[in-house]
């Protein structure tokens, strides 16, 4: 049985650092893609950056020079490193595959941004 567990959020004031990662059982993270997705209050759940299986990487417009995504293979564990936050990121984090997200959701990770 696959398990994501995502971990690392918090409450933390603009243009703050946090680092999210995503801990997986069940399966191995670099025989695919992964990717890490957010859902504000209201919103539809978004890509926010993915990973490929050959570590190529990739973000969405709205992140891209702030966040970054990185593997640890013999942790089989995705991060994302998190800088100059804004109040528009917050939202529940969650990591699952990529393209097509296959396995079931976790509980996520709530990053609040704050002052």
């Known amino acids: 049985q696959v398990q994501l567990v995502e971990s690392g959020g918090d409450l933390v004031q603009p243009g703050g650092s946090l680092k999210l990662s995503c801990a997986a059982s069940g399966t191995i993270l670099s025989s695919s893609g992964t990717g890490w997705y957010r859902q504000a209050p209201g919103k539809q759940r978004e890509l926010v950056a993915a990973i490929s299986r050959t570590s190529r990487t990739n973000y969405a417009d709205t992140v891209k020079n702030r966040f970054t995504i990185s593997r640890d293979n013999a942790k089989n564990t995705v991060y994302l490193q998190m800088n100059n936050l804004r109040p528009e990121d917050t939202a529940i984090y969650y990591c699952?595959?990529?393209?097509?997200?296959?396995?079931?959701w976790g509980q996520g990770t709530q990053v609040t941004v704050s002052s």
């Open positions: 699952n595959t990529y393209p097509v997200p296959v396995h079931n």
